[in-house]
């Protein structure tokens, strides 16, 4: 196995991880609407998630572990697909704020500001906010320029 297959299967790896955090999130409520579950499959197509993949990780998500080892750009990427399935069903409840809490925790974002990330990301319309957007407002909330 060269190089390039082990990056290809970081990748894999982190992409399986962040799905289940998606998955997480949809599940937090103890109920995945029809929304979510078009997100589901429109975020595990983007991935290359193999249908096998999404049934075991919709089934358990808490199977596959978090990986935290992403670059800034990357976790606030991510975070930006948490916050989709946050707003797909157009109901944000506390039991998905306190998952993304420790998702994001997860992430390796600084922990001091957790909630601050959070909390604005939450203030955020996704539906007129667009991923650069949404990068330079949690870089800015950051003090990263």
Known sequence: MGTEDNSASRADKRNLSHFANIVRIAKSDDE?????????????KKYQITDEQYKEILK???KVPTIERLDLEE????????????EADR???KEEV???KKIVTGL???????????????????HIT???RFKRDIYKLLKIK
């Open 108 to 126: 390796s974002f600084p922990f001091n500001d957790i909630d601050k990330i959070v909390m604005e990301s939450l203030k955020t319309d996704l």
């Open 60 to 62: 358990d998500p808490d």
């Open 130 to 132: 667009n991923i650069d």
């Open 32 to 44: 995945v609407s029809i929304e979510e579950m078009q997100l589901l499959t429109q975020i595990a």
């Open 75 to 86: 976790r606030i990427e991510r975070l930006y697909e948490l916050m989709q399935m946050v």
């Open 91 to 93: 109901r944000i409840n």
């Open 98 to 100: 306190d998952m993304l």
